[in-house]
């Protein structure tokens, strides 16, 4: 599970596994993988298993890092293909309409790239198959839906501004309309679009993905009961916070308002929720640290082969510009892997570092004109960026965390800091540290998932020229996507982007946490009530004795029954509690199917879970179009079981 605090990133496992989930792989038989592994065809293309007869003895494939032996069929002679970064495109729109959703009511997204390998080869192998070559038919095989997932990812992966630091420049009254702001919106989007492509590119040997499961689920519900079932009723009874009247006119205490994100005096008239926010946002931040504080010896050794492997890079790139050649004397383990795709499928140097050149000159000057943003801080924040996507990276491989909330957050107090120093106005201060906390928590979150994408390609042997093509590609297409998508729901729903509206549709975890930092770390003194800084203390100090603790005296194999504070801090910052039970039951189903029918799990777990995960998404656009045109259930909805007789949904 990855945490970001207000945007929950759950990463899937490898995508390259979507390709073996489908019942078109059904009695596949798969190559076995071992330490005295000779690479040779396997003994059937997994895309193309018609006539496969059913009793044949079936093997495991095993990903131990290594690409998948070459696999019989058609060679693929076109990875990059129109219909492909079409349909990826399209699929990402998919995704992030569902993560827009999602991240204003939950605070979790999803990455879009087990979604887009799925789906993608149940949309174009069938057309593959029917449709003649000149209407998009022709063969289509695993190096190309590779392509399809790539870029889904891409076009799916720009959505996180909008369920964090984009309606927080709103409801700091930084911002006007979206529809007035159209232009900064793509202007900003634009900024944090390509990063991650261009971050990808040196990152890409690092990365493994994961999966949360029943751990994380528990964690979740176990800090909603502990903030919602036990801190938030201590805090009214002790008249640490207040209640609000609700808006349907029901004075009962059951039916007052206690999630309201807007107060008169912070410290000492502040809601159950803003009291809660404080706890999580520390809980969060003292975890991942501490997490990757314990893994430092991973992170060291990698910095550490980085720095030998660009100065080795130099040294013999100078040598060659004197006609000599450079002997490599480093031992073997300080070496870099060998890049096993061919060298014109490479992507060179020039290609990445251009444009990452051009992306650092257009944030500078973007940033400046648009935002006011000063060019310091600018540089700042992209050096904050890279360092925080090769953490990002790191962290998801090693503690199965990516922190990429906590690097926002970090980020946050980073450049609250510098502005601070520089005396500048509270109001450009505020709209300072969120532009620059965006840049970095968005290329840092971008580039785990292109880094991802890059590892399923690795292992399928697909080309990293094509796939870094398609992430550039489905960028482009993204940055259209996901401003258009926004302002949607904006429309739909003004509270999104009005403080003082309130929001019955969606808990905004990730706005209140991403305003409430900019809050904090720009006044001249901290809105924290001190009962809550006590409470968010002693718990963030119990969060890191138990990362320390089971680093160091639980045995690996009791990992899984050690709490994950990420998720129960996260519990503390979203107000909705019937989100975690789904969660617990979500994961039980999933637990308890692919113990008692792996097979089936294998085929149609994955599958079914991502067709639920995007349908609610798709739900909750339709249902901001119907408010739009006046058709949703506020008109004709029934207020069975509502208060006042008043519809509540």
């Not at 890092?65 to 399209?90: D, H, K, Y």
């Not at 309606?167 to 006007?176: G, I, K, N, R």
């Not at 482009?476 to 403080?499: N, Q, R």
């Not at 979500?586 to 308890?592: I, M, S, W």
Request: hydrophobic share 45%; proline share 6%.
């Amino acid at each position: 599970m990855a945490s970001h605090m207000e945007e929950t990133r759950v990463q899937p496992t490898n995508s390259v596994s979507a390709h073996e989930k489908s019942s078109d792989y059904l009695d596949e038989k798969h190559s076995v993988r071992s330490a005295n592994y000779e690479a040779k065809p396997a003994h059937i293309n997994e895309f193309d298993a018609e006539g496969l007869e059913a009793n044949e003895e079936s093997e495991l494939l095993v990903n131990d890092g290594n690409p998948f032996p070459p696999m019989g069929g058609p060679e693929e002679t076109q990875q990059l293909t129109f219909r492909a970064v079409i349909v990826g495109s399209l699929l990402g729109l998919i995704v992030g309409a569902s993560n827009i959703y999602l991240g204003l009511k939950t605070g979790f997204t999803f990455g879009a790239s087990l979604f887009g390998a799925i789906f993608g080869f149940a949309i174009l192998k069938p057309l593959s198959h029917a449709l003649p070559e000149y209407l998009g038919g022709g063969y289509f095989g695993p190096k190309e839906n590779t392509t399809v997932q790539t870029a889904a990812t891409a076009a799916g992966g720009l959505t996180g501004l909008f369920v964090a630091a984009v309606p927080a420049m709103y409801h700091l009254q930084l911002m006007s309309t979206p529809s007035k702001d159209i232009g900064r919106l793509f202007g900003l989007t634009a900024l944090t679009a390509f990063y991650g492509v261009f971050f990808a590119m040196p990152l890409r040997r690092y990365y493994i993905r994961m999966l949360s499961g029943l751990n994380a689920s528990w964690s979740f519900l176990l800090g909603a009961v502990m903030a919602w079932g036990m801190l938030g009723p201590i805090s009214i009874a002790k008249g640490w916070t207040i209640s609000k009247p609700n808006i349907y006119g029901v004075d009962e205490p059951l039916w007052r308002s206690y999630t309201s994100m807007s107060a008169k005096d912070f410290v000492h008239g502040a809601s159950p929720r803003y009291w809660l926010l404080w706890p999580g946002i520390l809980i969060m931040l003292c975890y991942s640290f501490a997490e990757l504080a314990m893994n430092a010896p991973i992170f060291i050794r990698a910095t550490k082969s980085a720095y030998r492997s660009a100065s080795y890079s130099y040294r013999s790139w100078a040598a060659s510009r004197k006609g000599e050649t450079l002997q490599d004397t480093r031992p073997i383990e300080e070496r870099p892997l060998d890049d096993p795709a061919p060298e014109h499928e490479q992507v060179p140097f020039w290609m990445w570092s251009i444009g990452l050149i051009a992306s650092v000159a257009l944030t500078l000057i973007v940033g400046k004109l648009s935002y006011g943003m000063d060019v310091g801080v600018g540089i700042l924040a992209l050096i904050l960026a890279f360092i925080f996507s090769f953490i990002g990276v790191q962290s998801s491989g090693t503690t199965d965390v990516n922190p990429i909330g906590t690097i926002a957050k970090a980020s946050q107090l980073v450049i609250g800091g510098v502005t601070r120093a520089q005396g500048i106005s509270i109001e450009k201060a505020q709209l300072t540290n969120l532009v620059a906390g965006s840049i970095a928590g968005q290329a840092a979150a971008h580039g785990v998932d292109m880094t991802g994408d890059l590892k399923t390609g690795h292992l399928l042997r697909a080309s990293p020229r094509v796939q870094f093509l398609a992430q550039v590609f489905g960028s482009v297409i993204g940055i259209w996507l996901s401003v258009g998508l926004f302002v949607l729901f904006a429309t739909a729903y003004p509270c999104i982007t009005d403080l003082d509206v309130e929001c019955t549709a969606f808990g905004l975890p990730s706005v209140s946490a991403w305003r409430t930092v900019a809050v904090a770390v720009t006044s001249p003194t901290l809105p924290i009530p001190p009962s809550s800084g006590y409470f968010a203390i002693g718990l963030s100090i119990l969060a890191i004795i138990t990362v320390v603790v089971k680093h160091t005296l639980i045995p690996a194999r009791f990992h899984a029954w050690v709490p994950n504070w990420n998720a129960i801090g996260l519990g503390f910052v979203v107000p909705q509690t019937y989100y975690p039970i789904a969660m617990v039951v979500g994961a039980h189903v999933a637990y308890t199917w692919a113990r008692r029918w792996p097979k089936s799990w294998e085929i149609w777990g994955f599958a079914l879970s991502a067709g639920l995960v995007a349908g609610e998404g798709m739900g909750g656009v339709l249902t901001a179009l119907l408010t739009i045109v006046k058709a949703d259930g506020s008109y004709y909805g029934s207020p069975v079981a509502c208060p006042a007789k008043t519809y509540c949904g």
